[in-house]
């Protein structure tokens, strides 16, 4: 337990797990006049695809493509997940991209690299794959 220095009196602190619950906030310490920010880490929802049994793809590593027509941003484990979401939206590339730990951003296209004319669409990203002519079956 903290006292004041001036009355000796208990102040009152937050444990960190109230310090999470908070969305987004500040908080002053009339004390030390130092403001304590805190933010909760947002929760990701996605949605369970059935796994399909084989796809076959092109890959290119290290690569991310930029099209027009993105169908569908999700968070996925692995790049099964993502080929079999694929599958499912009927898409016909994807990215996949690192982000923390196990977890990957996996978006997903309705168009392709071969459908531009220009070297614009794709960027140099070394934790990432692109995936292209994707073709599942159950």
Known sequence: MKFNKNSNKPVKSKSKAAEIEELSGEEEDPITNTTTSTTQIPTTTTTAYKLVKYCERSALYQTVFNGDKLIKKLTVTN???????????????????????????????????????????????????????IKCYE
């Open 79 to 133: 790049a099964d997940e993502c080929l079999s979401a694929c599958h499912a939206e009927k898409c016909r590339s994807a990215n996949l991209v690192h982000q923390i730990g196990v977890l990957k951003t996996c978006e997903l296209y309705k168009d392709s690299v071969v459908d531009f004319r220009r070297t614009d669409v794709i960027t140099f990203d070394p934790g990432a794959v692109y995936f292209d002519a």
